[in-house]
């Protein structure tokens, strides 16, 4: 190792326990963290962010493992070391000239150093009350699963819009290009990439012929099943990834409204919309989930999706920190917040419409307790079976009546849906 390289490495440490710090005080989501870093430091390459950002997920991920190897004290540069040491299985050759010599000899005992089994939520890498949640929904064998599961890196999944194209000949494109690339096992749109290359500057992104999008999610756009010329409302569109979708499926026609309380979210999706070729979208920038913009669509929709703000817990391969952002208080204020918007989207539908209430939560209290709760105080509604509704579409996925995906069984995020009928009164 050159010199050179020693300077530049012993650097990379330096920044990758800089932004680990920042991270673990878990003020901010790790990725925005990662972001603000490089760009305050623009001189690091793509290689070395990608080894900052890989270092500090990894750590972030199998945080309670390595604090058992290393104290609950440990500094972030210590974290780094025995990540790299034990997680990543470096050789004590690796560490000379980027480690002092009793660094190393620490490095040495942190290799050697044996645990015992621990607890389920150590053994799971999730704090107490999670493990303890999820395993009122799994037994102890299928919740280890999970957690692993879990903390392995999310693939990169693609969706065709199929405005422009069909997956046949974006894989073609792919395959010309030296891009490993091969269908997804469910979504008829979807496309599962080996790595993960730039893709940004690709002809087909830059003229709308795919957009990045977890295949759960693009489940859940077959879930709401939108038709030409339908009236359909996104309640909680954000920046739009599953609006672009039910506005391709809509081939462009009828009308879909964007709802969302961010500005900045919706400031996002506009110039998606353009490149995508949609024409029959409307974003609409809502104070909350009562405003008079909502109450002026009552009664008129034929389909309303409900992409309910969540704990986020079934993101974990993407999102590792929210499992120690989240807290049972920030579920609960969710699970009351999911209720109200559940309650105002549903006044929306019309008779004989769908509404489809989903989360990226693996969590009951989010997912079966706020549909159950809605149904009970609903009679006007009745469930659909929506492994049914998939089936009708080409797409054989038995998950039962309402929609579990896990990255445990299915490789996708952790996703809950039901979706509802409002039962057409006679006049």
């Known amino acids: ?3 050179h390289e020693e300077a530049a490495s012993r650097s990379l440490l330096i920044h990758a326990a800089q932004v680990l710090g920042a991270v673990l005080t878990f003020e901010y989501p790790a990725d925005a963290v990662l972001s603000h870093h490089f760009r305050e430091h623009r001189e690091i390459g793509h290689r ?13 991920r199998r945080l309670r493992w390595l604090r058992r190897l290393v104290g609950d004290k440990a500094r972030p540069r210590e974290l780094v070391l025995a990540w790299l040491a034990r997680g990543e299985g470096w050789p004590m ?35 107490d009350w999670l493990a303890e949640r999820l395993a009122a929904t799994h037994d102890e064998a299928a919740l280890i699963e999970l957690a692993h599961s879990l903390n392995r890196p999310a693939p990169l999944d693609l969706r065709v819009n199929v405005l422009k194209t069909d997956r046949d000949a974006v894989l073609d494109a792919f395959k010309h290009n030296g891009i490993d ?3 997804c096992p469910y979504s008829p749109q979807g496309i599962r990439l080996a790595g993960k290359p730039a893709l940004q500057k690709h002809p087909l992104f830059l003229d709308g012929s795919f957009e990045v999008q977890d295949e759960g999610s693009q489940l859940l756009g077959y879930l709401v099943q939108p038709k030409r010329g339908e009236l359909v409302i996104d309640f909680c569109a954000g920046a739009g990834g599953k609006t672009l979708q039910l506005g391709a499926l809509m081939r462009s026609t009828g009308r879909l409204y964007a709802f969302d309380v961010a500005e900045k979210r919706l400031a996002k999706l506009k110039p998606r919309l353009a490149r995508a070729g949609l ?11 009562r405003d008079a913009k909502v109450k002026r669509m009552v009664g008129k929709a034929d389909r309303v999706l409900v992409d ?8 974990l391969r993407r999102n590792p920190d929210l499992k120690w952002r989240q807290t049972p208080e920030s579920v609960a204020e969710m699970v009351a917040k999911q209720g109200a918007i559940l309650e105002s989207a549903a006044r929306l539908v019309k008779p004989g419409g769908r509404l489809v209430y989903a989360t990226c939560s693996l969590l009951a209290e989010e997912n079966d307790g706020v549909v159950d709760a809605f149904l009970a105080a ?25 929609l579990r995906l896990s990255p445990r069984t299915h490789d996708t995020d952790g996703f809950f849906a039901a979706a509802m009928e409002r039962v057409a009164t006679d006049a």
Not at 279 to 288: F, T
Not at 308 to 315: D, E, I, K, Q
């Open 48 to 60: 070395d962010r990608g080894f900052i950002a890989e270092t500090v997920y990894g750590i972030v």
């Open 1 to 3: 190792m050159s010199k």
């Open 181 to 183: 690339a091969k269908p």
């Open 308 to 315: 309910a703000p969540c704990s986020g817990l079934g993101t």
């Open 279 to 289: 024409s029959n979208v409307h974003p609409v920038l809502i104070a909350h989930e």
């Open 378 to 402: 609903h009679p006007e509604f009745r469930l659909l079976n929506a492994a049914d509704v998939l089936a009708k579409q080409g797409i054989a996925l038995d998950t039962g009546e309402r």
């Open 93 to 127: 050759r690796h560490f000379e000239g980027l480690a002092s010599a009793t660094e190393r000899d620490w490095i040495s005992g942190i290799k050697g150093k044996e645990l015992d089994e621990g607890s389920i939520a150590e053994r799971a890498d999730l704090p």
